[in-house]
């Protein structure tokens, strides 16, 4: 494996602005100083990794000034500096300069970067390689251009992974297809109970909490993220074995949920299929097919007489409006103390999450752990029309579920010259 280390924030504890002028080359670094900063566990990863025959570099968007003498005198590895984050350029540049790594490039399994920002997430997504995101230290300042201290900006990109500690960046790379978020992992054939650990709401009487098990991502990323199979559950067509696939993805989480024994969930439910739906009952039969303890029961209804959808409203408070309107919680079930778990297969807007959230907790509901198997991250594109040199955006066929560039045309609102290159798909 190569592994593309950012410095600061993921080797050395340095994102403080007293560094900045170090970084930025115009004070000399004070290696002594900064070799205080390394992250604990730091030092020995390297060793780990290096005695594995891994290699590492160092991907900095600092000075020369401060990234040379750093990875030299501290690290002894090798580095690109003013890497000019989150554009790929100098990184391909960089790539493409040492045979090495050139070679490796041709598989983009063999890469991964490491690091505690949104940019790093960016340029692992641009380069189509794995990301682990990084959260090392503590932050108390918002940095607006790294994103630092805001946690939505980088889970929003869509990282493959999380690591608390260089003891789990260790833990990927040497099982990367078991670490995988659950469902990205059953579609490689590999058991994971991981998930995005979305948000975490505090009440007076519980939480309200958001688990996600795959991204569906829009335009370019890593091979991992399953945009395809999410198109997938619209198609009337979908197999069994697909809807099972799905199903077994949330027992893999739930049982992880289910062994933690500080509270004992009491219902397992999902958001339920309007009767428009196409292809009817697409949530049930998934949600049929979950293997779980906990007691299964259909807590939401939508009104029969339910007119247009969810997706054509123009804005959250819109949806919020329409779910609160058509979707009501059954009134059969006593739900006062109770823990409830509600899967859905999308999380975007967050407003059904929030409607439901709230329906809950008023029939006096205390714990709410919202699953969701697809959530949906940032559009990113970098690739130049041949024919007119606009930016293309990488869209995907709904029914087959390739992918394609498309330079798109003002028939479809967009500025472009109607230009379409297909895209090979790795899945
Ligand atoms: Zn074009």
């Given amino acids: 494996m190569i592994i593309f280390l950012d410095l600061d924030g993921t080797l050395t504890n340095t994102t403080h602005p007293y560094f900045k002028k170090m970084k930025d080359g115009i004070d000399t670094t004070d290696v002594s100083l900064i070799r205080k900063y390394v992250f604990p566990g730091a030092l020995n990863f390297i060793k780990e990794q290096i005695s594995k025959n891994n290699k590492i570099y160092i991907v900095s968007d600092s000075h020369p000034r401060y990234v040379e003498p750093i990875s030299k005198q501290i690290f002894n590895l090798p580095f690109l500096s003013l890497a000019d984050k989150p554009n790929d350029k100098k990184t ?119 688990r996600c098990l795959a991204r569906q991502e829009d335009g370019e990323c890593d091979k991992y993220a399953r945009a395809d199979q999410y198109f997938q559950i619209d198609n009337p067509n979908r197999s069994i074995d697909f809807l099972e696939k799905l199903a077994l993805s949330v027992s893999n989480y739930l049982q992880k949920v289910e062994a933690q024994d500080n509270f004992q969930w009491d219902y397992l439910s999902y958001v339920s299929d309007k009767k ?22 259909k807590l939401f209804h939508w009104d029969l007489n339910v007119e247009g959808s969810l997706r054509h409203q123009p804005n959250y408070k819109a949806r919020r409006e329409f779910i609160a309107k058509y979707l009501s919680t059954d009134s059969s079930y006593d739900l006062n103390n109770k823990n409830i778990i509600v899967i859905d297969d999308q999380f975007t807007s967050s407003a059904t999450a929030y409607e439901i959230a709230t329906q809950l907790r008023s029939r006096g509901a205390k714990n709410i752990l919202f699953v969701a198997l697809f959530y949906l991250i940032l559009p990113l594109s970098n690739k130049i029309c041949p024919n007119c040199g606009k930016k293309m955006q990488i869209k995907i066929n709904r029914k087959k579920g390739n992918k394609f560039y498309s330079c798109t045309p003002p028939k479809y609102r967009g500025e472009g010259c109607g230009n379409i290159i297909n895209i090979y798909n790795e899945h």
């Fill in 92 to 210: 391909r540049n960089f790539i493409n300069s040492n045979p090495e790594l050139s070679t490796a490039f041709q598989n983009k399994d063999n890469f991964i970067f490491v690091g505690d920002s949104w940019l790093d997430v960016v340029l692992g997504r641009l380069l189509n390689i794995r990301t682990v995101l990084t959260k090392f230290y503590k932050t108390y300042v918002k940095e607006i251009r790294d994103g630092i201290g805001d946690d939505w900006k980088p889970m929003k990109e869509g990282p493959t992974y999380y690591a608390k500690d260089f003891q789990e960046v260790s833990n990927i790379i040497a099982n990367p297809l078991k670490n995988l978020l659950a469902l990205e992992a059953v579609f490689q054939g590999v058991e994971s109970s991981k998930a995005v650990k979305f948000k975490f709401q505090k009440h007076s009487t519980g939480f309200t909490a958001f």
């Fill in 276 to 297: 428009t739906t196409t292809p009817p009952q697409k949530m049930e039969q998934i949600f049929k097919l979950i293997t779980s303890n906990i007691s299964k029961v």
